[in-house]
Nanobody
Framework: QVQLVESGGGSVQAGGSLRLSCVAS????????MGWFRQAPGKGREGVAA???????YYADSVKGRFTISKDNAKNILYLQMNSLKPEDTAMYYC????????????????WGQGTQVTVSS
């Protein structure tokens, strides 16, 4: 079992930056893949950024060049650095984890955090 706790959300103006953090309750070794997802009101959940056990990263087209996913294995923390934020980035952001042998880049996640709200005003 893995518990995930997100933090770092808030309200910013367009063009601003936020860094989300996700603390895992146990060591996340190379067998675990992790990701950030978001869900805006009235919309489905979408994958934003993902990182494999070997450090390979993947991004949704809508955030490429603006968001960066990274992890600190020693501290069991996953980060999402968000720059040049836009109003359409407003959503609840969730951290998730899965065994890398299960699912794909945006699927198969079975551990989820409670979410942190990001609101971007124009």
């Amino acid at each position: 079992q893995v518990q995930l706790v997100e933090s770092g959300g808030g309200s910013v103006q367009a063009g601003g930056s936020l860094r989300l953090s996700c603390v895992a309750s146990r060591y996340i070794n190379s067998n675990f893949c992790m990701g950030w997802f978001r869900q805006a009101p009235g919309k489905g959940r979408e994958g934003v950024a993902a990182i494999d056990g070997d450090g390979s990263t993947y991004y949704a087209d809508s955030v490429k060049g603006r968001f960066t996913i990274s992890k600190d294995n020693a501290k069991n923390i996953l980060y999402l650095q968000m720059n040049s934020l836009k109003p359409e980035d407003t959503a609840m952001y969730y951290c998730a984890a899965r065994g890398c042998w299960y699912g794909g880049t945006w699927s198969g996640y079975n551990y989820w955090g409670q979410g942190t709200q990001v609101t971007v005003s124009s």
